[in-house]
């Protein structure tokens, strides 16, 4: 199958700068994905963004503060290629891999095969690692039996959750590729039946509006939806549940907690620049 021309936007610098260039690059929201490729043994790092049309260099230049170059990419699945190398993930109760690795799945964890072709979600980002750690410490303390993972990606948080909970999963992404990688993965990760993946922009979809209240809803996007969504997100929330917030820097916590007054603060997990965020609707 040819697949449609790609380009591929990059820029080295630091590790420490590595997260702020990404957010913007992800902010401004025209790119399919974005990577940061680290040095394993040094302080370089590069910030990778696919596109399906040529980006303006100048443009993503004076947003990202730094000099980055674009260049078209041959016909070929960039993004798999690119994290054919990614080490396993670790994160909280689960093990992270992909089929490189199928080898080296310690005992006593929860494993999870990811291949994430066009999506969203390896467990490589902060973000994703924040969001698995959480939901192993939210699974110490409570039960779940309907579950909605917003902006799901390669599935892998809504995989998760079925494995957690054993309990139906929704997954829901605005790209179809996204949901149709999800599905292949929950498949590949004995949970098929258990997840549901739709293509579904918010929470209007009939499918996700019939399914409410959830009593656990995850939400690992970025800021600027997070807030958008919010008026959605708490209604979609029986008495009682949890919501996970991710996608969104330290710096915005505050910024997006503001939309999300009528519930409680649980806890934060932290990475680097990044943040996922517990939250609980008050019971009554």
């Not at 209604?235 to 997006?256: C, D, F, H, I």
């Amino acid at each position: 199958m040819i697949n449609p021309p790609l380009w591929k936007a990059s820029v080295a610098l630091t590790k420490s700068e590595a997260a702020d260039v990404s957010a913007a690059l992800e902010l401004e929201g025209s790119a399919q994905a974005v990577l940061i490729v680290e040095e394993p043994f040094a302080d370089g790092a590069v910030v990778e963004a696919l596109y399906t049309e040529a980006p303006d260099a100048a443009y993503l230049s004076r947003i990202a503060r730094r000099e980055i170059t674009v260049a078209p990419l041959p016909d070929q699945d960039w993004i798999r290629l690119s994290q054919e190398g990614l080490p396993p993930v670790r994160a909280g109760r689960f093990f992270v891999y992909g089929a490189h690795d199928a080898g080296t799945v310690p005992h006593g964890v929860i494993p999870m095969k990811i291949e994430a072709g066009l999506a969203f979600g390896t467990g490589h980002h902060e973000t994703t690692a924040l969001c698995l750690a959480a939901l192993s410490d939210i699974a110490r303390q409570r039960q779940f039996f309907n579950v909605l993972d917003l902006g799901c990606g390669t599935g892998l948080l809504a995989i998760g959750a079925a494995k957690l909970w054993k309990r139906r999963v929704l997954a829901s992404d605005i790209d179809p590729v996204a949901v149709e990688v999800t599905r292949d993965n929950a498949r590949a990760n004995g949970v098929g039946p258990l997840v549901t993946a739709v293509t579904a922009e918010g929470l209007t979809n009939p499918l996700l509006a019939n399914a409410a209240p959830y009593d656990l809803l995850i939400a690992n996007i970025l800021a600027g939806p997070l807030t958008q969504l919010a008026p959605a997100i708490q209604r979609a929330l029986a008495p009682g549940a949890v919501l996970l917030l991710s996608g969104l820097l330290t710096n915005q916590e505050k910024l997006v907690t503001s939309f999300y007054q009528s519930l409680r603060f649980v806890g934060a997990r932290r990475s680097g620049p990044w943040s996922a965020l517990v939250l609980e609707k008050p019971r009554r």
